[in-house]
């Protein structure tokens, strides 16, 4: 069965110079779908704050063609076993919006009634920008970020980009409610219809050319990230 994979790692700085400056390196990775690596950024810092592009520490999300490729990518491709050392999440995709080049999900038996709503979910977004609307989309996107980063709903949340135009979002809430409450402005807390507000301005004029939301069910957490032994209990992957 075709799985997801998430995952974060500090790497040194000419490994990731290598990842970006020469894709080739990692199309030697059997079983693999697709793939997206992409530099953390801090969500709601400043543009122009040093903690905005964290350039030693890394995102790499994959489609698998199943398990097992996971594992022997992690067990054999030196990429992959510094990954190992890391932190990583396995995913069942339960729900998609939008579509991304790369990306095989035709096929595949989604099912969102695999999370109730009191359920731990997790969501990555991928955007690919228009250049010229750039401007709009970090005028529009920063106030979400700040949403976000400061909910009480949320267990960890963090966003990645590729330059030149890449852009992504990795959130793990403590429920469905709580994520979708976020998502259409109906979560007790300050200003909370920052999100819904920002949908509204890219469905008047979009700020992307592809742009996917992926929803996941965690099936399982392996490692450590920033010191901390896991970042949403095992408990909840059920």
């Not at 790692?9 to 290598?18: D, E, Q, R, T």
Request: proline fraction near 5%; include cysteine.
């Amino acid at each position: 069965m075709p799985i997801f994979s998430y995952h974060l790692a500090n790497v040194p700085f000419l490994m990731g110079l290598k990842l970006f400056l020469c894709p080739s390196y990692l199309r030697s990775i059997d079983g693999i779908i697709h793939y997206e690596r992409m530099t953390v950024m801090t969500l709601g810092s400043s543009i122009i704050s040093p903690r905005r592009m964290l350039f030693r520490q890394i995102a790499f999300f994959a489609q698998w063609e199943n398990e097992s490729s996971l594992d022997y990518f992690l067990t054999n491709h030196n990429f992959g076993k510094i990954l190992a050392k890391s932190w990583h999440t396995r995913l069942e995709l339960v729900r998609q919006w939008g579509s991304l080049s790369g990306l095989k999900t035709s096929n595949l038996e989604m099912n969102n009634e695999k999370l109730a709503t009191d359920s731990v979910v997790v969501a990555v977004t991928i955007a690919r920008m228009k250049f010229f609307q750039i401007p709009r989309f970090i005028h529009w996107g920063k106030p979400v970020e700040k949403l976000v980063r400061d909910h009480p709903g949320k267990i960890f949340a963090l966003a990645s980009i590729r330059l030149p135009n890449t852009v992504s979002t990795f959130t793990i809430w403590k429920s469905v409610k709580e994520m979708t409450d976020m998502v259409n402005g109906l979560s007790n807390i300050p200003q909370p219809k920052r999100h819904i507000d920002a949908m509204k301005e890219r469905e008047r004029k979009d700020f992307h050319f592809e742009f996917v939301t992926l929803r996941f069910k965690p099936l399982s957490e392996v490692g450590k990230w920033m010191g901390n032994e896991v970042i949403f209990s095992n408990r909840h992957l059920i």
